[in-house]
Every structure is written in C-alpha cells, then in structure tokens.
C-alpha cells in the first residue's frame, strides 16, 4: 500500500509569491488533514477534510491559505501572498476516520525569504 | 504548559537502557496517541491508549495514562540506536469539532551504540 505522498518536499520562494503544495492521500481514506510545524513551536492542526467536503478549517491561520479537494482525492493548499511566518514544515495526514490512527506524509518543507 | 507539551524536552541514552518520556495535557481526551518522528521524515502512529485504559503495551513500548493527573509516560525498553528520533504525544479532545489532533513540542531521544 502506497503511503501518503507530498509534494514539493522543498519549497523556497519569497516574500509575496504564491506556493501551491499537494497532497495524496493513501487510497480509499475519506478523511485528510493539513497539519504546519512552525520552527521550534508545536505541530499545529490546519483543516480536516471528509471525502471533498471541509469538516473543520479552525486551524486556518489566515485567508492567504486556501485548501481543497476536488473529487476527494488528492488535496492542495494554496499559500498566496506567502508571508515570512509561513515558513515551517506543512504535513498531510490521512485515515479512515473514527480513532484510526493518522497517516502522515513526510511533509513540504516551505521556506519563504 | 501546552496541551500535549512532552518532558523532557531532549533525552540521551546508552543502547541498552531504558527511556522514559512524559506527557501532559489540559483538557479532558477522548484518547492519546504516541507518534515517532524520523529526521526529515513524517509522524508514525505507535501507539493509541483510550481514556478508559490506564496501560497498554507493544513490542517494547509500555504507555500509561493518568487522566486524573493528565499525564501519560512512554517507556522503550532495552532500546536501539534505531529508535533516534523525536516522540509526540496527541490528544483528541472529545469536545473538537472533527478529529483533530493537539500535538505537543515532543521529546527528541538519542541511542548511542
């Protein structure tokens, strides 16, 4: 079975840009996350997806983030303008649902300068 | 202290020897997850102990759970310089509006052989 998989797994670009990252989900998990780690803080919950539709985007920082799933498939999130403090590691993570334990991707490492 | 915030923050050990990592939270749990973080590499789910359990085991790991404290301990025993890495603890709070789960700082351990 093939795992989560996220790309790019690097990412520089600068101040103002736009990023695009995306995520594969394992197949056949309805439900995916969006998960950031910040340098040196914690692992922060973004969004939560059931099939195509958003469960939850509490964790949303702002409006420049824009996250979707079109057909419940593969997920994209869209940083746009990218701001400094956006750099950090940006996990994805998907699972069955109920307590099923989260699959993560190895995450795209985003730095903006 | 955080939710989820892991103690201590950095542990070095000889192969062989036991590590013990600690956890605590704030809020009430539906349960609490163990994961393990390879350097450059995504969060794998180790082990899930519910609110109901006080401890759980497998393979060499030993978890407990102590909602009266709001604490949990992860034990490798007889570890290997394989098991390097960062360890998180992740709470799901009952009372969030999906499955989200409240990731701590983690314990970053080191074997040396």
């Known amino acids: 079975e093939a795992g989560v998989t996220q790309f790019p797994s690097h990412s520089v670009i600068e101040k103002g840009q736009t990023v695009t990252l995306r995520c594969d989900p394992i197949s056949g998990h309805d439900n995916l996350y969006w998960y950031r780690r910040v340098m040196g803080k914690e692992i922060k919950f973004l969004l939560h997806f059931v099939k195509e539709s958003k469960q939850d985007e509490s964790g949303m920082p702002n409006n420049r983030f824009l996250a979707e799933r079109t057909g419940g498939t593969y997920s994209t999130l869209k940083v746009q303008p990218a701001e400094l403090e956006d750099s950090g590691v940006y996990f994805c993570?998907?699972?069955?649902?109920?307590?099923?334990?989260?699959?993560f991707g190895n995450g795209t490492r985003l730095t903006v300068t | 202290s955080q939710q989820g915030e892991e103690d201590p923050q950095a542990l070095s050990i000889q192969e062989g020897e036991n590590a013990t990592m600690n956890c605590s939270y704030k809020?009430?749990?539906?349960?609490l997850q163990w994961y393990r973080q390879n350097s450059g590499r995504g969060l794998v789910h180790l082990i899930l102990i519910r609110s109901n359990e006080r401890e759980k085991h497998s393979g060499r790991l030993r978890v407990t759970l102590d909602t009266s404290k709001k604490s949990s301990s992860l034990l490798i025993t007889a570890s290997r310089a394989a098991d390097t890495a960062s360890y998180f603890c992740a709470t799901r709070d009952p009372g969030a509006g999906s499955y989200q789960l409240t990731f701590g700082k983690g314990t970053k351990l080191s074997v040396i052989p």
């Open positions: 993570a998907s699972s069955p649902g109920g307590d099923s334990p989260l699959h």
């Open positions: 809020t009430s749990i539906n349960n």
